[in-house]
């Protein structure tokens, strides 16, 4: 069982790993460009703010898919499996061309919303033009994983981030365009991604994918339990965007600069470990849902308990990694020529404490928001982040007035602590889903 996880965890790693890199060279890029290192970087951490609002709010249709395909998968049910990929990239070209024509009025509103200013309101309606290629990758990422497949989105991943990286550096330094520039590689980079992945799917899958029938696509019944699904993971979604857009947002708004950029670069560092425990969160989503399909509880009980080991573990590993390089990593951001570089430096040290806390209290959430995906028991997902949010939103109001913005990072921490818990209580120590195979 542990080399099955694996299998599907490292590849799966890999590719998560390479989109906080992405967000890291992003944020280095930034801070190396011009003369004002956190204006620059404040109006990036705006602006990819933005752009993880609209990316969760779609990130279902790779959720959505993920879990479905595996019980396909897991029962033998190809005719299902090629079924799912079409009812996936269909929402996804559809959500894509939606982005496209309401881009004026979305920017607008974020851009007010977020107080962003002429940097990022350039940023937004050039990266605009890469949505709908993000949300097909969703669409296609999540069919992969629950054809137990995790070297394809990896695969994927590494081109696209490769190409991310070599264009921003082009774009932003050769042409002078600096954030700008960024986003213009990430059009690049993902419409490149899309074309990969519809190459890597033709040739591994042409004997598998039976002919399409829209009247099974179209079929009511799967279509609703498809959109019951995709409905609970679009309401826990939404919560999850409205923390982390409020945690950006509230930072903006103490009016200091250089405490949004630390509160930037901190949330950087945490997203680091939450990619890659989310590497062994994809693999519970696959193995679960493979299990549940196959009617193996045993293979699903053990699935359960080592997929938790793992992600304990990498929560383990990553507060020695916090604890003994953070001063080594937050330098990776800044430029430190620039005169602005040790007070950032010196700031973020007074909250290093919260990003050395949180793997510890994040070791459970992601693993249990995989086995709830693979298990297609989203209600529950989406009822313990209701409860999550509320507890988030009301530690900040009641402790600003006194510890500032301590108060936003105890709420983070709390917040991500609970998710896990809930789920944990609600499924009766997921004696439910053990139940469903």
């Given at each position: 069982m542990n080399r099955e996880i694996l299998r599907l965890a490292l590849p799966n790693i890999v590719s998560n790993i390479t989109v906080p890199l992405m967000g890291i060279v992003s944020t280095a890029i930034a801070g190396h460009w011009g003369q004002d290192s956190a204006a620059t970087i404040g109006a990036l951490a705006i602006g990819v703010s933005i752009f993880n609002f609209i990316y969760w709010n779609c990130s279902f249709v790779r959720m959505g898919t993920s879990g479905l395909t595996a019980q396909a998968f897991g029962a033998g049910n190809f005719r299902e499996c090629t079924n799912m990929l079409a009812r996936a990239l269909s929402v996804a070209g559809i959500m894509g061309a939606a982005m496209l024509l309401l881009q004026y009025p979305l920017g607008e509103l974020a851009l007010w919303a977020m107080n962003g200013g002429e940097m990022t309101r350039a940023y937004f309606y050039t990266r605009i033009w890469a949505v709908p290629a993000g949300i097909l990758l969703f669409g296609f990422n999540g069919w992969f994983t629950g054809m137990q497949n995790a070297l394809f989105p990896m695969i994927t991943a590494v081109t696209v981030n490769l190409i991310h990286l070599a264009c921003s550096l082009a774009f932003a330094f050769g042409l002078d365009l600096g954030i700008v520039g960024i986003a213009?590689?990430?059009?690049?980079?993902?419409?490149?991604?899309?074309?990969?992945?519809?190459?890597?799917?033709?040739?591994?899958?042409?004997?598998?994918?039976?002919?399409?029938?829209?009247?099974?696509?179209?079929?009511?019944?799967?279509?609703?339990?498809?959109?019951?699904?995709?409905?609970?993971i679009i309401l826990r979604t939404l919560c999850i965007v409205a923390v982390y857009t409020f945690f950006t947002g509230a930072s903006a708004r103490m009016e200091d600069r250089t405490l949004l950029a630390v509160n930037a670069l901190l949330l950087e560092l945490f997203t680091l470990f939450s990619y890659m425990n989310d590497g062994f969160a994809y693999a519970a989503e696959a193995l679960t849902g493979r299990f549940i399909g196959a009617r193996d509880r045993a293979s699903l009980g053990e699935c359960l308990h080592r997929c938790l080991l793992w992600g304990t573990l990498v929560s383990v590993v990553f507060v020695g990694i916090y604890l003994v390089w953070w001063r080594d990593l937050v330098g990776l951001f800044v430029d430190r020529a620039n005169p602005d570089t040790p007070q950032i430096i010196e700031l973020a040290g007074r909250y290093i404490v919260w990003i050395i806390l949180?793997?510890?209290?994040?070791?459970?959430?992601?693993?249990?928001?995989?086995?709830?995906?693979?298990?297609?028991?989203?209600?529950?997902?989406?009822?313990?982040?209701?409860?999550?949010?509320?507890?988030?939103?009301?530690?900040?109001?009641?402790?600003?007035?006194?510890?500032?913005?301590?108060?936003?990072?105890?709420?983070?921490?709390?917040?991500?602590?609970?998710?896990?818990v809930l789920q944990y209580i609600m499924t009766r120590g997921l004696r439910t889903i053990r139940e469903k195979a």
């Open positions: 213009w590689a990430s059009v690049v980079a993902q419409w490149c991604g899309v074309g990969l992945a519809t190459v890597l799917l033709i040739a591994r899958y042409r004997s598998l994918l039976t002919a399409i029938h829209w009247s099974e696509v179209l079929d009511v019944q799967p279509l609703r339990r498809f959109f019951v699904i995709n409905r609970d949180i793997p510890i209290a994040s070791a459970m959430p992601f693993i249990m928001d995989g086995i709830m995906v693979g298990a297609t028991e989203t209600r529950v997902m989406r009822n313990s982040m209701f409860g999550a949010t509320a507890a988030y939103f009301a530690i900040f109001y009641a402790l600003r007035p006194w510890i500032g913005n301590n108060a936003l990072w105890l709420a983070f921490t709390l917040y991500m602590f609970l998710r896990g």
